[in-house]
């Protein structure tokens, strides 16, 4: 079975730009989380989404925004980059929602580097 | 509100010697416990994970963790460590007993491990 695999894999955007990543699930797991990775900041939880609604949300500004189509792949949007953008950003998947009693299941991640 | 707590950055120890890296949470209710491990440039990998029963779970590559409620500490731990356990650990918690759609998993900061020969 395939693992989860996020697109792309490395960007480098300029500040003011806006950056989508895209994250394709195990196959039939329904939860898709998304988390950043900074070094100072550790794991930062971004959001959940199950069947394509938003079941949780981390304390990140608007500017930070996703969404889960039918087939449970997820895109994960920032908007007006902005140097503290630049991170690893990790997506999970999971049968059901995430950590309830069900482990996650990551990928590589996408690296944004913001100029 | 729930938390994860890593005391520590960093823990060194001598291949063939026994390791522990430590985690303490807290929930309001029942937890849910994971261990992830994270190789350099590649997403978090799970390792276990405790949600009722035995005190003691065992996982991958010959990990285990022993839950404690009273110290409400779930500890990861390796008789006998290897280069190659050489990584960093993150240990996480989910609130068990609350709506499942209001309880976010948590992540600590993290341990970075390191192996020596």
């Known amino acids: 079975k395939a693992g989860v695999t996020q697109t792309p894999r490395y960007l480098i955007k300029t500040r003011g730009q806006q950056v989508t990543l895209s994250c394709s699930p195990i196959s039939g797991h329904r939860s898709v989380s998304w988390y950043q990775q900074t070094p100072g900041q550790g794991l930062q939880f971004l959001f959940e989404?199950?069947?394509?609604?938003?079941?949780n949300k981390g304390n990140f500004p608007g500017r930070f925004s996703g969404r889960q189509f039918s087939n449970s792949r997820s895109e994960m949007n920032v908007s007006t980059l902005e140097l503290g953008d630049s991170a690893l950003y990790l997506c999970?998947?999971?049968?059901?929602?995430?950590?309830?009693?069900?482990?996650?299941?990551f990928g590589p991640g996408t690296r944004l580097t913001v100029l | 509100a729930q938390s994860v707590a890593q005391p520590e950055d960093q823990v060194n120890v001598a291949e063939g010697n026994p390791l522990t890296v430590k985690c303490t949470y807290s929930v309001s209710g029942n937890p849910y416990l994971f261990w992830y491990v994270q190789y350099p440039n590649r997403g978090l990998q799970f390792l276990l994970k405790y949600i009722t029963g035995d005190n003691l779970v065992k996982g991958s590559y010959g990990f285990e963790a022993e839950f404690n409620k009273s110290q409400t500490s779930f500890h990861l731990k390796k008789p006998s460590a290897l280069v190659s356990d050489s990584a960093l650990y993150f240990c996480a918690v989910r609130d068990a007993t609350r709506y499942s759609s209001a309880s976010k998993i948590i992540f600590g900061s993290g341990t970075r491990l390191s192996i020596r020969p």
């Open positions: 999970a998947s999971s049968l059901g929602l995430a950590g309830k009693s069900n482990e996650q299941f």
């Open positions: 989404y199950f069947s394509e609604t938003q079941r």
